[in-house]
């Protein structure tokens, strides 16, 4: 927010510095982005006459001119190549040492032997694009009646220095020059200066001219309008025109002048239209139709719809409610009269009209940030006011104002002590008055406690921590005196979980994995990626409310699809074999629509691109025989994995764990790889609760171990799993091992039969087995495979 501060001290009269004054904002909450001085780039020039124009004795082309620069040099001698100016003209004069907006700096010379005391200069070296009558490309000459002498920097209104400051989105009654005034009346205990209010009006009735109908009070809570005859279309006096430039306006005619003016004083975007362009005398408040096209100020075309907003007439919308107005009622130089616009529209609607149209103004920008319903009336009166003291036109009697919901007076009862308590130190009570006094709040004493009726415009304040914020802001910080605080130091540690947690991913670091981060919000288009059935539970996920587009509007319930994708992406960047793991949540929800937190799973998930089935696996089984954690891989699949490349991982009480295999190659194909992908999810929850840091001790036998290995034929379908399940369950204590090494399909084996290879480990603690001990093992193990089918080869 821009804040020209002579401006500013025609509401609070101050002695301080640019420098001093930002010190005292930011003490009360503000940030000082910047101070300009908008006079800082053009030094050193002064208005001047000129009395004589001679040719130069050694130039056709340049001229010798004499100029009366009054109190400033007196008459001075410059040689110009100027073609336009002449005898009696007051033009701008760059004296020796002038520094010029081009970054030129001039000195006193010769040219072409002849003395030159300066430049005459145009508005390129003035750093101005416009003046009125004015020359863009020659020197530019000043009005007649303007003094000479004079600084061109106040001539031209640059004589001011502007505060950039930065304003907290809950601010928004500071969001002007006559609420940063507020502010600076709080902070210097200077008297706030009321606004103008004043005008008068005549004694016809406004429903005779215009109508008002507010179909979308949700979204437009008050609509106010006046109508202004007569009008007379005229330039603003220089004061309006040179404050609308410093704060980086252009000055347009007398009645948008006032629009912005307002917009910046008060904080209040406000329009004017074309009273004889307003069809059937009617403004409507209203919804825009499907496919409603509107021309606006900028020359463009915009298709509204539904969701958009706009000022209408009888027949057709005049206006972007908050955004921008309609080409065709905008302020011609044929206007008469004019009906002035001041109402609040709801931020949300301004601000998603704004980015979908990709359309956006001084208006827009200041809805987005959210106006109090203080301003529509203050601003209104306040462009009246303007328009009474120049008389630029007769105010209309009756005011339209829409205003179905009015707001309650808020008040805030708190005592002195709730606010001691707050802030933590003793503020005498004389000083909590007196602080929301200057900050225009009305505070009553009723028995011990104070009542504060909060004004109209701070829709910020909602409690008590917020009346010891606005006494403290002011009061000063500095009041505050820094403790060191008391306390004893314990040393840091992690839990058990936590060092399993840790653990866990250091065991999948050292197996070659990398760790990678996705976002837990995903597309409902992944479950189709990922073959799920309709009436699959993962499909029944969490809806966001207001999500940043589809492809992130839904809460992930697998993690399948965000490890897919990844290994996809490093496939497709030529990354050809790759090892990742991701430990994230899932969120499954109890119950649709929800109506309780969803179920935030701690899930581990671990993807390999271009592996084999048994050397993934096999980073599985290395997990959970470090944790300690028995399981079972038994035969199951899902319906994104390949159906004979995949297992359910199953805990010793029965209950799923985890599943792993081979990405089938139909899911393969919707994320465009063509090569094997394998994908694992475990419940990180049961690892972390069931693993153990150790195993009781056992103590290693002396004696040596003996070898063998069994090659058995067994049905096809029959899993190396249950085989080894069926061994070492009838191997007794001397088995201490056993593993397949080798499975075998071919010519010497029966069809629909397999060779599977399994090694057998025995040792006793005891004593040296002799071959009859273990023969004994071998024919145990035999007669137990027998009952499931399987014969030794």
């Known amino acids: 927010m821009l804040i020209p501060i002579k401006w500013l001290k025609e509401y609070v009269s101050f002695d301080l510095t640019p420098a001093e004054l930002a010190e005292k904002l930011v003490s009360c909450g503000f940030e000082i982005e910047q101070i300009i001085d908008l006079a800082a780039n053009v030094k050193n020039v002064v208005s001047a006459r000129v009395v004589a124009l001679a040719k130069h004795p050694s130039a056709d082309r340049l001229k010798v001119a004499t100029l009366d620069t009054g109190k400033a040099q007196g008459v001075l001698q410059v040689v110009t190549n100027s073609t336009t100016v002449k005898e009696g003209d007051i033009v701008p004069v760059a004296l020796d040492g002038a520094m010029l907006a081009t970054g030129v700096r001039i000195k006193k010379g010769e040219l072409r032997g002849v003395a030159s005391a300066g430049m005459l200069c145009g508005m390129e070296e003035l750093g101005i694009t416009e003046y009125p009558g004015a020359d863009k490309e020659g020197v530019l000459v000043f009005l007649p009646d303007t003094p000479v002498g004079e600084d061109v920097n106040k001539l031209l209104g640059k004589d001011e220095i502007v505060l950039d400051v930065g304003i907290t989105a809950n601010r928004i009654d500071a969001n002007s020059i006559y609420g940063i005034a507020r502010e600076v009346a709080a902070a210097t205990g200077a008297p706030l200066k009321p606004l103008n209010f004043d005008y008068k009006e005549n004694k016809e009735d406004i429903a005779s001219y215009v109508a008002l109908s507010n179909l979308a009070p949700d979204l ?122 001041s109402a609040r529209f709801a931020r949300d609607n301004v601000r998603k009209t704004s980015r979908s149209l990709n359309l956006r103004s001084d208006s827009s920008a200041r809805f987005e940030k959210g106006v109090d319903f203080w301003s529509q ?78 004004p109209p415009y701070r829709e910020d304040m909602a409690g008590i921590n917020d009346i010891a914020e606005e006494v403290i802001r002011i009061y000063g910080y500095s009041h505050i005196r820094p403790e060191l605080m008391e306390g004893k130091t314990a040393a840091g540690g992690k839990t058990k979980r936590q060092e399993f947690a840790d653990k866990i991913k250091n065991i999948l670091l050292a197996k070659g994995m990398s760790e990678i981060v996705t976002y837990s919000f995903v597309s409902p288009r992944i479950f189709d990626l990922l073959r799920l059935p309709s009436e699959d539970p993962l499909r029944e996920a969490v809806k966001i409310n207001n999500p940043l587009g589809e492809d992130f509007s839904i809460m992930r319930t697998t993690l399948a699809h965000s490890m897919i994708k990844t290994l996809a992406t490093n496939f497709q960047r030529g990354n050809k074999a790759v090892r990742l793991f991701e430990v994230a949540k899932t969120y499954l929800p109890k119950a649709l629509p929800l109506t309780e937190l969803p179920i935030e799973k701690n899930t581990l998930c671990l993807g390999a691109l271009n592996d084999d089935f048994y050397g993934f696996k096999s980073i599985l089984e290395d997990l959970l025989a470090v944790l300690h954690i028995d399981a079972d891989f038994i035969r199951g699949s899902k319906p994104y994995l390949h159906p004979g490349r995949s297992a359910i991982i199953v805990a010793p009480e029965g209950s799923v764990i985890g599943y792993m295999g081979e990405v089938d190659d139909l899911v393969a194909a919707n994320y465009d790889v063509d090569k094997r992908l394998y994908i694992a999810e475990l419940d990180e929850e049961y690892l972390l609760d069931h693993a153990r840091s150790g195993l009781p001790f056992k103590v290693n036998s002396r004696y040596p171990a003996v070898e063998r290995d069994i090659a058995v034929l067994c049905d096809k379908r029959t899993e190396a799993a249950e085989l080894l399940k069926t061994v070492r369950a009838s191997g007794g204590e001397l088995l201490i091992d056993s593993y397949v090494f080798d499975v075998y399909t071919g010519d010497q084996v029966e069809e629909g039969k397999k060779s599977v290879a399994i090694k057998l480990i025995c040792q006793s603690k005891e004593r040296t087995l002799k071959d009859e001990d273990v023969n004994a093992v071998v024919s145990g193990i035999l007669d137990a495979l027998s009952t499931i089918g399987a014969r030794l080869r």
């Open 377 to 454: 009336d203050a601003g209104l009166r306040r462009a009246l006011a303007l328009i009474s003291e120049y008389g630029w036109g007769e105010i209309v009697g009756g005011t339209l104002d829409s205003f179905p919901v009015r707001p309650e007076t808020k008040r805030i009862v708190f005592s002195v002590k709730d606010i001691e308590r707050i802030l933590g130190i003793n503020v005498p009570e004389q000083n909590i008055l007196g602080i929301l006094k200057s900050l225009t709040f009305k505070v009553n004493k009723e028995k011990e406690m104070l009542v504060a009726e909060i």
């Open 220 to 341: 437009c809570p008050r609509y106010m309008a006046k109508v202004v005859k007569n009008v007379r279309l005229c330039p603003s006096p220089e004061l309006i025109q040179n404050r609308l430039r410093a704060v980086g306006l252009r000055p347009i005619n007398n009645i948008v002048d006032i629009t912005n003016y307002v917009l910046y004083e008060i904080g209040q975007p406000m329009h004017a239209f074309d009273l004889k362009m307003i069809a059937d005398s009617k403004i409507t408040v209203r919804r825009a139709e499907e496919e409603e096209k509107i021309v606006c100020l900028d020359d463009k075309t915009y298709t509204l719809g539904r969701d958009n907003l706009v000022i209408a007439n009888g027949k057709e919308p005049m206006a972007i409610a908050g955004i921008m107005g309609g080409k065709n009622y905008s302020i011609l130089p044929d206007t008469t009269a004019v009906v002035f616009e």
